[in-house]
């Protein structure tokens, strides 16, 4: 009978929740859902909130053409130079992201002028960024308007840059070798620091990759957790927490993650690095300028990066390596620059850092890699 | 009563069988044959018979007359092993087992030479291993001597004689001091095969750097880099231009193209600047005053 009662209070109040998500529907989540049924859904632009709550829709929906038509001061530049503000003009991570949510926050107003804080939380294969803009909105007859705060993307002017950086092939062992016959040496890879740590409820093994040899490779770290009595507690890899593409002599930091395993169940750890000889090439270089390391509750290591070379650089990961006062690694992170590195421009990234990682860290040391549409490095 | 008739029925027909194995008589086999030799196996007896040999990756089935003597020519069996001989005639049926061995000369020589690439003066760091084979791809069991000879770019050539166990010889050698592609050859009588070893140099040595103004930016750039043995560290090397000043740090990885590597960083006035390549770090430079 209870059971009953039960089942018929949680039916009642489903369908309460539908009606009311369809009678009210959050702006924000309309845009996850992908609604595209048009400006039906949005309301009036009769306060500076709901103005600015209806172009961060349509920049949802990818409606540029009815977010740039609602914008106050759309004469001053074209729809283009807003499309390219917003989803770039070279393919990057910033091209291929979509609207996960979004919120509004009132600074202050006045009757006819307001300060408004739009964050626009973009989702993207290698996770979410976050993008702030602070807006002013104004009111014209009894609409309000966003005065949209248009970031240029810099041109790179026509010019030619002669590249002669080094390139690698491989020719590798066919298949109608013979048994004996040689094949290309796998490049040489050593690890040249690993230290595990109890953190989250887990463990984080984070070390140091180095590739010894005289040929590019392609490298990876694999850990397994052993028990007292030999058994594997668990085996991970580093995933996207390394530099994949290693250079002759170059250095990468990565960080393995095993979640609920307690170091004190662990006896010893077993690490395999791996690397197979891969064409690459030494270009594009980028130096990586103004690295700071901000701490406070959201503490951050924040820089720019230069592109040195010619060739427009797609997506920038950039992985920074944390040390104590004692050179001891403490931490490795990652973030990932937005936009495409046009060369010669510097564009910003930053990485997250714990706080009380941050508190400790004395030195800090970051490297790059880059993906670019038509070469992979 | 009826089981016992049975019995005594089974008795008389083994009997009676085995008196006409005893009839056809014995083959006659060679205990070992060379692989790609002509043999002969003798029978005895009368009448039909097929004789069936059976072997590693090889069966021959021949129709024989029993009493006489049937030939196999150079190349019928070819495979080292171990091989069963069936001569069936009549309702008896003959067994018997002899060994192919490998011809004594090799013919072919399947050279493993590890590592392809390795730095330069590394004791022991080069192995070779040769499996000796005879013409029909059989491994030859008889002891061989093969001699290894590594002759480089520069200096004598390093020269070991090793007799194979089991059809296989291996040695270990140095790589050289210079760099360079290697001739590691192995040679088993007439046969040789050959194999290239890179020896290309180790960690660079004494990594130095010098720093001059061009503006707002510093031209960095290092003197050729080269290891401890004064070979030429190859292009591509990553080299990590690193910049601390106050409050803030720059880094650039840099590849060596012509033995050096150079870049431009932003000019900091009491900045530290220092240069390194793998785990070798080179000289620290402090620019300016603040």
Same mark, same amino acid.
Do not use: C, I, M, W
């Given at each position: 009978m209870t059971g009953r009662i039960l089942a018929f209070i949680v039916t009642l109040v489903t369908v309460a929740l539908i009606v009311v998500g369809t009678v009210w529907p959050f702006q924000s989540a309309l845009v996850t859902a992908g609604v !595209? =049924?048009?400006? !039906?859904m949005l309301r009036p632009s009769s306060s500076p909130q709901a103005a600015v709550e209806n172009l961060a829709t349509q920049i949802g929906r990818r409606d540029w053409e009815k977010a740039y038509s609602s914008?106050? !001061?759309?004469?001053?530049?074209?729809e283009t130079d807003f499309v390219r503000d917003l989803?770039? =003009?070279?393919? =990057?991570l910033r091209s291929h992201a979509s609207l996960d949510s979004f919120d509004v926050r009132p600074q202050h107003a006045s009757a006819d002028d307001a300060q408004v804080k739009l964050n626009l939380r973009w989702s993207t294969v290698v996770g979410t960024f976050l993008d702030t803009r602070m807006l002013r909105v104004v009111k014209t007859g009894d609409r309000w308007s966003v005065v949209w705060p248009l970031v240029k993307e810099p041109h790179v002017p026509p010019q030619v840059i002669a590249v002669n950086y080094l390139r690698w092939d491989v020719i590798y062992r066919g298949a109608e070798d013979d048994w004996g016959a040689q094949d290309v040496e796998s490049p040489h890879v050593r690890i040249v620091d690993m230290h595990p740590v109890d953190r989250g409820g887990g463990v984080v093994i984070m070390g140091e990759l180095l590739n010894e040899d005289v040929v590019p490779a392609f490298v990876n770290v694999k850990a397994t957790l052993l028990a007292k009595d030999g058994s594997a507690l668990a085996t991970e890899d580093s995933f996207d927490k390394i530099s994949h593409v290693l250079l002759p002599r170059q250095v990468t930091p990565f960080l393995i993650e095993f979640h609920n395993v307690a170091l004190s169940q662990v006896d010893s750890v077993h690490m395999q690095p791996s690397s197979t000889l891969v064409a690459a090439s030494a270009d594009p270089v980028v130096e990586i300028e103004d690295q700071h390391l901000n701490p406070g509750s959201q503490a951050s290591l924040s820089g720019k990066l230069l592109n040195q070379s010619g060739q427009v650089v797609n997506v920038a990961h950039v992985l920074g390596t944390f040390y104590d006062n004692t050179g001891q690694l403490i931490w490795v992170s990652d973030g990932y620059a937005e936009r495409a590195l046009l060369p010669g421009t510097p564009e910003t990234f930053a990485m997250s850092v714990p706080p009380d990682i941050a508190s400790k860290v004395k030195t800090e040391r970051a490297v790059t890699t880059t993906y670019s549409s038509n070469r992979f490095q | 009563m009826r089981s016992g008739l049975t019995f005594f029925a089974g008795l008389i027909l083994l009997a009676a069988g085995q008196l006409a194995l005893a009839q056809n008589g014995s083959l006659g086999l060679p205990k070992t044959v060379e692989a790609g030799a002509a043999f002969s196996i003798h029978t005895t007896g009368s009448g039909k018979g097929v004789l069936y040999i059976v072997g590693p990756g090889q069966i021959l089935r021949r129709d024989v007359q029993l009493g006489e003597t049937l030939s196999f020519a150079p190349g019928d069996m070819h495979n080292a092993g171990h091989y069963l001989v069936v001569l069936t005639g009549g309702s008896s049926t003959e067994n018997g087992a002899f060994d192919v061995t490998a011809?004594? /000369?090799? %013919?072919?020589l399947s050279f493993i030479a590890k590592p392809s690439r390795l730095p330069v &003066?590394?004791? &022991?760091?080069i192995s070779g291993v040769v499996y000796v084979f005879d %013409?029909?791809?059989?491994?030859?069991? /008889?002891p061989t001597p093969v001699s290894f000879q590594l002759s480089g770019v520069a200096g004598a050539p390093q020269t070991r004689t090793v007799t194979s166990k089991n059809g296989v010889a291996w040695t270990k050698l140095d790589s050289a001091s210079k760099e360079g592609a290697a001739q590691f050859e192995a040679r088993a009588g007439n046969v040789t095969d050959k194999r290239i070893i890179q020896q290309v140099p180790g960690d660079p040595c004494k990594l130095k750097m010098d720093v001059r103004p061009d503006g707002q930016q510093l031209q960095l750039e290092t003197e050729p880099v080269r290891d401890c043995s004064g070979n030429a560290v190859p292009d591509g090397t990553i080299v990590t231009f690193t910049e601390i000043y106050d409050g803030g740090q720059s880094t650039v990885d840099v590849p060596l193209k012509r033995d050096i590597a150079k870049t431009e960083m932003p000019a900091h006035k009491g900045a530290t600047i220092s240069v390194a390549t793998g785990v070798v770090m080179g000289n620290e430079i402090r620019w300016g005053k603040e």
């Open positions: !595209d =049924s048009g400006a !039906d914008l106050a !001061d759309k004469n001053e530049f074209e989803a770039g =003009s070279y393919p =990057s | 011809v004594h /000369q090799a %013919t072919t &003066d590394l004791h &022991d760091g %013409t029909f791809h059989n491994l030859v069991l /008889q």
